[in-house]
């Protein structure tokens, strides 16, 4: 069983940065493909960013592609995701999830829902505002 623990969310001005860490229990990192989603109240799960296994494979969703990057540490087993640039429209519940694909990132993934990804962490919360 793989265990998910974000964390690093707060409240930030417009234009500031934060950083989410997803930490992995159960399994190593190198095993597994690592999908960060969001939702907003009233709103649908969107994805945001994945990375393979094998971190060779980065997606974006376009909303967030040159702001956030996504990044592995297989040494701490800890998945980042570095958010730059931060907008109103960035607030929402963030999640990470997990699944033991080899290949598994690409536009398809980050512009679904998460449906194929088995193991979702509690989420951290996430606010942009003045």
């Known amino acids: 069983q793989v265990q998910l623990v974000e964390s690093g969310g707060g409240l930030v001005q417009p234009g500031g940065s934060l950083r989410l860490s997803c930490a992995a229990a159960?399994?190593?990192?190198?095993?597994?493909?690592i999908g960060w989603f969001r939702q907003a109240p009233g709103k649908e799960r969107e994805g945001v960013s994945c990375?393979?296994?094998?971190?060779?494979?980065?997606h974006y969703a376009e909303s967030v592609k040159g702001r956030f990057t996504i990044s592995k540490d297989n040494a701490k087993n800890t998945v980042y995701l570095q958010m730059n640039s931060l907008k109103p429209e960035d607030t929402a519940t963030y999640f990470c999830?997990?699944?033991?694909?080899?290949?598994?990132?690409?536009?398809?993934?980050?512009?679904?829902?998460?449906?194929?990804?088995?193991?979702w962490g509690q989420g951290t919360q996430v606010t942009v505002s003045s």
């Open positions: 999830a997990a699944v033991r694909r080899v290949d598994f990132c690409s536009p398809a993934v980050v512009a679904g829902v998460g449906s194929e990804y088995d193991f």
């Open positions: 159960g399994f190593t990192l190198d095993r597994l493909a």
């Open positions: 990375i393979s296994r094998s971190s060779i494979l980065q």
